[in-house]
């Protein structure tokens, strides 16, 4: 197991170019569109089913994020975060948990005050280069196309929690 990654306890994610692909859509009607892939909400949700909790921190606000951290049964959600420290801050004394308990996947400029402090610091494979050479890890896959399963999968193989969670779709431990 690893040691930085058997401290996690709680996974919050940045949203445009991370739980989607940070295309923003707007119809004629003024309404906003964006798109979430479900393999990245299962990974959430099996997640959740090993204990973790998930929160998001945002820097726009969006009733479709609301709809689906609501969905996703995630409680702790900030949006309209210029500073996202500020909402990082709150959220540790919230849950009482330290930095290196903490995971954080960004993918701008703006995610790396966070990154630089968290226990494992993690980003999408088209992320800026310079959020890409700070962080502990890189997904192979873009933001908004399983890249956010990518990470829950690695945090619950490498904390032992993958067998618990998925055991309801083998009939067994894999």
Not at 18 to 40: C, N, P, Q, W
Not at 116 to 139: I, K, L, M
Request: aromatic share 6%.
């Amino acid at each position: 197991m690893d040691n930085s990654l058997a401290k996690i306890r709680l996974l919050l994610l940045d949203v445009d170019g991370i739980l989607t692909d940070g295309r923003i859509h707007y119809d004629t009607a003024g309404g906003e569109m964006k798109s979430f892939d479900v393999k990245d909400g299962h990974g959430l949700k099996l997640l959740q089913r090993a204990g973790f909790r998930v929160g998001i921190i945002t820097g726009r606000s969006s009733n479709i994020v609301q709809r689906r951290a609501e969905e996703l049964g995630i409680e702790i959600l900030y949006q309209g975060a210029k500073k996202k420290l500020v909402p990082y801050e709150e959220i540790l004394r919230e849950t009482g948990l330290r930095d290196e308990q903490v995971a954080y996947m960004g993918d701008d400029l703006v995610d790396l005050p966070i990154l630089q402090r968290v226990g494992f610091s993690a980003t999408v494979a088209d992320a800026v280069a310079e959020v890409r050479e700070r962080v502990d890890f890189v997904a192979s896959r873009p933001g908004g196309r399983g890249a956010v399963r990518e990470v829950c999968e690695m945090l619950l193989k490498r904390t032992g929690g993958w067998e618990a969670v998925t055991e309801r779709y083998f009939g067994r431990a894999v």
